[in-house]
């Protein structure tokens, strides 16, 4: 393993680990991906659901574009590798 797979390895393992940590206290977990608009993003919640958001007001006020299917959460889940944790 390269050095460099060897940072993406424990930075990949951190962001798990923050994930969890996030939804086990009842929070929500913020997910980036290049795919989307600049502004945007995903929540996820300890109950499954994920939104996808608009951030505005310099990222104080979210404005949810839409609620994701449970097909489409549990297909953004698989393709970052997060499983599947119904907390609620």
Not at 9 to 24: D, F, P, S, T, Y
Not at 67 to 85: I, N, Q, W
Request: charge should be neutral; charged fraction near 25%.
């Amino acid at each position: 393993m390269t050095v460099l797979q060897t940072i993406e390895k424990i930075g990949n393992e951190a962001v798990q680990e923050l994930r969890l940590q996030k939804l086990h206290g009842g929070n929500s977990f913020m997910i980036n991906s290049r795919e989307l608009e600049s502004n945007q993003c995903y929540l996820e919640y300890p109950d499954g659901k994920i939104l996808l958001v608009f951030l505005k007001n310099a990222a104080r006020e979210f404005t949810v574009v839409r609620t994701l299917s449970l097909e489409d959460a549990e297909a953004l889940r698989k393709k970052y590798g997060f499983s599947s944790l119904y907390l609620l």
